[in-house]
């Protein structure tokens, strides 16, 4: 990111007064951790400036704050809108996309698992499901299938919770997430932690 300012217009800078440091704090952390979860950093960046300051961006309003090319800027908010975890925003009178982040975090736990389901766990286990049959009855690569065996079926049963989770009601989720509550910390609002 370069140093050129988030705008003055966004609702988060009146709030607080260090509020463009504590932006650009998380925004270069999720920047970071979007390579290590396998996601372009630029698409981790846009989602977390759209998230920390809850705000409604226009595409070019995220360009200039970010440092980045408009095409990039472009591919990635339609990548976030295909997630579900960014939304365009239409304001009677208004000509620009606005964008803006889901917020809710059970639901948006719940977009990120389908679209993780989707990309990794369900292919990984069509591949552990094809080489397992492979070696099926064949005494020399029976160590072999029986580590790809135990393997499918920790996969399976991945996918099995992930389904569970899947069709919880967000307000379920929350419930469940009191069970992972710190006992130092005060009892939890609406967020469900």
């Given at each position: 990111m370069d140093k050129t300012a988030i705008p003055?217009?966004?609702?988060?800078?009146?709030?607080?007064?260090?509020?463009?440091?504590?932006?650009?704090?998380?925004?270069?952390?999720?920047?970071?951790?979007?390579?290590?979860?396998?996601?372009?950093?630029s698409m981790g960046e846009l989602f977390a400036l759209l998230y920390i300051t809850g705000s409604d961006w226009t595409a070019e309003d995220l360009r200039r704050s970010l440092g980045v090319s408009r095409g990039n800027v472009s591919m990635n908010l339609r990548e976030l809108l295909a997630w579900g975890v960014v939304h365009k925003v239409h304001r009677p009178g208004e000509r620009r996309e606005l964008f803006r982040a889901e917020t809710e975090v059970w639901t948006?736990?719940?977009?990120?698992?389908?679209?993780?389901?989707?990309?990794?766990?369900?292919p990984s286990l069509l591949v552990l499901e094809s080489t397992s049959r492979m070696a099926e009855g064949q005494e020399e690569l029976r160590g072999i299938a029986e580590r790809i065996e135990?393997?499918?079926?920790?996969?399976?049963?991945?996918?099995?919770?992930?389904?569970?989770?899947?069709?919880?009601?967000?307000?379920?989720?929350?419930?469940?997430?009191?069970?992972f509550r710190d006992e130092k910390e005060p009892p939890p609002g609406n967020e469900g932690f």
């Open positions: 003055a217009s966004r609702d988060i800078m009146s709030a607080f007064p260090h509020a463009e440091s504590l932006i650009r704090q998380f925004v270069g952390h999720w920047g970071l951790m979007a390579r290590s979860w396998g996601i372009n950093s948006l736990f719940r977009k990120i698992l389908r679209e993780r389901k989707r990309r990794e766990l369900e135990s393997l499918r079926r920790f996969f399976r049963a991945i996918d099995i919770l992930a389904d569970q989770v899947l069709s919880m009601p967000v307000g379920d989720l929350a419930e469940i997430g009191h069970l």
